[in-house]
């Protein structure tokens, strides 16, 4: 290492330990919103349903079958 190294922190990195320091409910908040919108119990049962009652397409979508 050189003698005039100095630990690099990008302009984002210290944003965001600014941010973190400022307010230290951040990332329960974030969590927390997380929790609302992606970490739900999934329905297998009606997954599947799902994928066994779909159409599949035709080849040329604007095609008639006559």
């Not at 190294?5 to 210290?14: A, G, I, L």
Request: hydrophobic share 35%; net charge positive.
């Amino acid at each position: 290492m050189p003698l005039f190294w100095k630990h690099y922190k990008s302009d984002v990195t210290q944003f965001i330990d600014e941010l973190k320091a400022a307010k230290p409910t951040l990332e329960a908040e974030q969590r927390e919103g997380r929790g609302l919108l992606w970490d739900r119990p999934q329905d297998r049962e009606a997954t599947a349903n799902y994928q066994a009652a779909r159409v599949a397409q035709q080849p040329y979508v604007y095609q008639n079958k006559h």
